[in-house]
């Protein structure tokens, strides 16, 4: 995205969503963030263009580091819940953790599924007895998951969670015995990648070299 504005600058988020192929809300907190660590600027009715955090940070060390630091380098704790969990505690869950997204594990802790708010409220709207149901009816089983390995690049996630206009993906290592699901280590969120930038904006600022 920041290369993006670059390039185009001024730039509105209409066409900035129209580059991405995503739609102009989902751009919307990611924006703030950016502009909010000063990597972007914003002027109402003209668009974005590069802040001076990024311009005070070498662009190209910028991607060299993302494509060196790996995965599971700055990869945070998922919430697991078990297949059998109820689509009810799914929800009382998403809430208590403050999570965007459930790793659903089966009996012997690997990694079968996802479960997301959008998936559980098609489920249960219009649909009274879907609340007792278990999450393994309604999750997105996997290997039809969008999935990180712990060593894939942080551009890898990046580009991954634009492609498929996701907020977090799932790291895990995948299980040779056929049917055992796969080892979940932990998951990639925005979060995480705008707490990167974050601490590059910040080593730039205070004059650090390396990055």
Request: with cysteine; hydrophobic share 45%.
């Amino acid at each position: 995205m920041l290369e993006l504005v670059k390039k185009h600058a001024p730039v509105t988020g209409e066409q900035l969503a129209e580059y991405l192929g995503v739609s102009r809300p989902t751009l919307r907190s990611d924006l703030s963030l950016l502009v909010m660590l000063g990597l972007l600027d914003a002027k109402p009715k003209v668009g974005y263009f590069i802040g001076n955090a990024y311009r005070s940070t070498d662009s190209t060390a910028i991607r060299k580091r993302f494509d060196n630091m790996k995965v599971h380098e700055i990869q945070g704790v998922p919430v697991n819940v078990a297949e059998t969990l109820s689509v009810n505690d799914a929800v009382i869950t998403l809430f208590t953790e403050n999570a965007d997204t459930l790793l659903v594990i089966n009996e012997k802790k690997r990694f079968v599924g996802i479960v997301t708010p959008k998936d559980l409220l098609k489920m249960t709207l219009g649909n009274a007895g879907a609340a007792a149901m278990p999450v393994s009816i309604v999750m997105t089983r996997y290997p039809n998951v969008v999935s990180l390995h712990p060593d894939d690049s942080v551009s890898d996630a990046i580009r991954k969670m634009t492609l498929h206009q996701v907020d977090c993906l799932p790291v895990i290592v995948p299980n040779d015995e056929q049917g055992s699901g796969a080892e979940v280590t932990g998951w990639v969120s925005k979060s995480n990648i705008i707490r990167l930038l974050s601490d590059i904006a910040t080593a730039a600022e205070l004059g650090e070299q390396e990055l």
